[in-house]
Structures are given as structure tokens and as C-alpha cells.
């Protein structure tokens, strides 16, 4: 395949993945993340702690013989822990070249957001909106619209990576 042929490819599937979010609950909320930046779905499986992570760092698991972290998102999200259940499962996804699973309360569906139905977050704090990067409008329904470059801080990517 050519390197034109190539990068074309590239761009249509940059163009298929536009405006196309993964929807997740937490804590009866309904979120999105771009899909360009989900790898998979997977249940919940066994988690190993690792000693001196962030609290919402649960530990570690084996995908298929590759050691990934998982973050709880309501402990991210400043919410209370709650037990897993039935359709707690894993999104794993890929942020700064480290992939990560983030452990949700059930997933919901794609959902395409054109970027017109997008509007910034208020302004409330800027603490408690630095993991959103809009409020989106699909079927009625609001969802917020997570930015996954900013679910995890430098430093803490770091520390994952280090570990």
C-alpha cells in the first residue's frame, strides 16, 4: 500500500469515528468519550491492588498477557465507592500512549453528537469540570462529554507507567 493509499485510509477512519462517543453510566450520570480513543469492552475480571497508587487506581489486570491499570470513575469522579455489579464492566482505552481501563457502572450505547450539539462546560469551578470538555445533546437526552486527555494528569500518568 502506498503512503497516499495509507493516510487516506488513515483519514477515513478518522471521519468514521468523527462526532461518535461511547455513552457510560457512573453513579446514575450518562457520559461520552470519543471512540478514537476506546480499544475494547471487556467484564470485569479479577483486580490486583499496587501498593502507593491514587485511591482510584484499583490495580492491575492481564489483558491477554499485556498488564493494564484500571481506574474506578466514581472514585475519580469524587463519588461514593460502590460494590460492582452485574454490568459493571471495563472500557479500556488509550490515552498518551498508555492504556488504561476505566471501571463504569454499565455502558450505554455509540452515539453520534455532531459538534453543533456540543456546548462548553459551565463555569461553575473549573476543579470540578477539568474532565469535561462539553455538555452534548443526543436524543433528547444531555450527556457529559469527557475529555480523556484529562482524565489522568501528567504526573499521574508518570506514576502509572513507572509502576
Sequence with gaps: MSETARNETLLDEEDS???????????????????????????????????????????????????????????????????????????????????????????????NIPAGAVAPPPELTRRGNRFIMGIGQAAGEVKLLLDCEKLLTEEETEQLLTS
Design 17 to 111: 469515528q468523527r462526532d461518535k462517543y461511547l455513552t457510560f453510566v457512573v453513579d446514575g450520570d450518562t457520559y461520552g468519550i470519543e471512540i478514537r480513543y476506546v480499544t475494547e469492552i471487556i467484564g470485569l475480571q479479577k483486580i490486583t491492588p499496587v501498593p502507593d497508587m491514587p485511591a482510584f487506581v484499583r490495580g492491575i489486570i492481564n489483558l491477554r498477557g499485556k498488564i493494564i491499570p484500571v481506574m474506578d470513575m466514581r472514585v475519580r469522579f469524587n463519588k461514593p465507592f460502590r460494590e460492582y455489579m452485574e454490568r459493571t464492566c471495563i472500557i479500556v482505552v488509550d490515552i498518551r500512549n498508555l492504556s488504561i481501563g476505566l471501571i463504569v457502572d454499565s455502558v450505554a450505547e455509540v452515539v
